[in-house]
C-alpha cells in the first residue's frame, strides 16, 4: 500500500499543512503581542520581539506559497517556498530558545538561592 503522504492530492495535502501552519502562525503572534506587552519586564525583549516580527511575514508568503506551489502548479518543491519556510521558521525557533533559555537561568538561579536559603 502506498504511503498516506504520497498517496494523498494536493488539496488534502494543502489543507493539512494550512491547519498547521496557521496555527504556528497564531501563535507566533500571540506571542510577539504578550511579548511586546511585557517588554519592561524582560530586559531582552526587542530581541525577541525582532525575531519573532521577522518570520510573521514569511509564515503568511508561505500559506500563499503552499497552495500555489502544491495545488495550482502541482510541484512538491519550490526555492522560494523553501525561503520562506527558513526565514519563517528559523527566526521564531530562535526566539523561541531565546526566550525559554532567559526563563529557564532565571528559574535555575531563583532555585538556587531558594535552595541556599533553606540551609
Known amino acids: 500500500m502506498d504511503n498516506s503522504a504520497e498517496s494523498a492530492n494536493p488539496e488534502e495535502e494543502y ?6 501552519f ?33 518570520s510573521l511575514p514569511s509564515l503568511v508568503a508561505l500559506q500563499f506559497l503552499d497552495f500555489i506551489v502544491l495545488v495550482q502548479q502541482t510541484r512538491r518543491r ?3 517556498r523553501g525561503l520562506a519556510v527558513w526565514l519563517g521558521f528559523g527566526p521564531s525557533i530562535a526566539g523561541f530558545a531565546t526566550l525559554i533559555g532567559h526563563f529557564s537561568v532565571i528559574a535555575a538561579v531563583l532555585r538556587c538561592r531558594h535552595e541556599l536559603h533553606e540551609l
Open 15 to 20: 489543507s493539512r499543512r494550512s491547519k498547521i
Open 22 to 54: 496557521t496555527a504556528y502562525t497564531a501563535f507566533v503572534t500571540t506571542l510577539l503581542i504578550a511579548t511586546i506587552a511585557k517588554r519592561a519586564d524582560y530586559p531582552r525583549a526587542y530581541i525577541l520581539s525582532g525575531l519573532l516580527a521577522v
Open 78 to 80: 519550490s526555492r522560494f
